[in-house]
């Protein structure tokens, strides 16, 4: 089993920049695809960054591309997301999310087996 905490989140204003991370309990961390999804009210929930197990290799969603990065951390077993320039649209519940062991690369929330609660981030203009 692997339990999931996210932190991190939080008001900022547009153009600012957080970080959240998130911590993981349970198997080996490095043979986690790790991803980063979000939801903002009345919406689905959206796929942002990946994460494969290893840490070779990402996946952005276009809207993020150039401005998150989503980095791990296996001595520490987490993983972040940076969010810089960020924009009022950026407003929403993000979630960590893990794929079972070994898995690739995905966008699709289905994929993802564990997830967090969830963290809050409002960026106003």
């Known amino acids: 089993q692997v339990q999931l905490v996210e932190s991190g989140g939080g008001l900022v204003q547009a153009g600012g920049s957080l970080r959240l991370s998130c911590a993981s309990s349970?198997?080996?961390?490095?043979?986690?695809?790790m991803g980063w999804f979000r939801q903002a009210p009345g919406k689905e929930r959206e796929f942002v960054a990946a994460s494969k197990w290893g840490g070779a290799d990402t996946r952005y969603a276009d809207s993020v591309k150039g401005r998150f990065t989503i980095a791990r951390d296996s001595a520490k077993n987490a993983v972040y997301l940076q969010m810089n320039s960020l924009k009022v649209e950026d407003t929403a519940v993000y979630y960590c999310a893990a794929r079972a062991p070994y898995r690739t690369l995905s966008a699709n929330s289905y994929d993802y087996a564990y997830w967090g609660q969830g963290t809050q981030v409002t960026v106003s203009s």
């Open positions: 349970g198997r080996p961390f490095s043979s986690y695809t």
